[in-house]
C-alpha cells in the first residue's frame, strides 16, 4: 500500500495556525484523491478536507470552512492543510488518507498515515 507520513503538527495557542504535511511514497500519487480526517479520543473519526487528483473539487468540514485549506503538490507527493484561526475544538489526531481511484467523489479512502497530533489550547 502506498506510505502516508504526516508531519506539522503541534501546540499552538487558539488563534494560532498551523500546516501539516503529508508525503507519499510511489508512483501515481498525481492520480491519488487525498484527505484529511482528525480524531479526538471518545469520538468518531471525521472528515476534515479533500482534495481531487487535478485539484479541482475540495471538501471541507463545515466547521472549518474559511479557516482551513488543503492544497496539493504532485511534483512534490504531498498534500497540505493549512489550518488558521484554530480553536479548541480542533485539537485531535490529524490523519492524512489517499484514494487511489481518481474519479470516485466523494473518495474511498484506503490508505492511511500513522497520525499527528494538534494541540490548541484555549
Known amino acids: 500500500q502506498v506510505q502516508l507520513v504526516e508531519s506539522g503538527g503541534g501546540l499552538v495557542q487558539a488563534g494560532g495556525s498551523l500546516r501539516l504535511s503529508c508525503v507519499a511514497s510511489?508512483?501515481?500519487?498525481?492520480?491519488?484523491?487525498m484527505g484529511w480526517f482528525r480524531q479526538t479520543r471518545g469520538k468518531e473519526r471525521e472528515s476534515v478536507a479533500a482534495?481531487?487528483?487535478?485539484?479541482?473539487?475540495?471538501y471541507y468540514l463545515d466547521s472549518v470552512k474559511g479557516r482551513f485549506t488543503i492544497t496539493r503538490d504532485n511534483a512534490k507527493n504531498t498534500v497540505y492543510l493549512q489550518m488558521n484561526n484554530l480553536n479548541a475544538e480542533d485539537t485531535a489526531v490529524y490523519y492524512c488518507?489517499?484514494?487511489?481511484?481518481?474519479?470516485?467523489?466523494?473518495?474511498?479512502?484506503?490508505?492511511w498515515g500513522q497520525g499527528t497530533q494538534v494541540t490548541v489550547s484555549s
Open positions: 488518507a489517499a484514494d487511489r481511484s481518481p474519479n470516485n467523489w466523494p473518495p474511498n479512502f484506503g490508505s
Open positions: 510511489g508512483r501515481s500519487f498525481s492520480s491519488y484523491t
Open positions: 482534495i481531487s487528483w487535478r485539484g479541482g473539487r475540495t
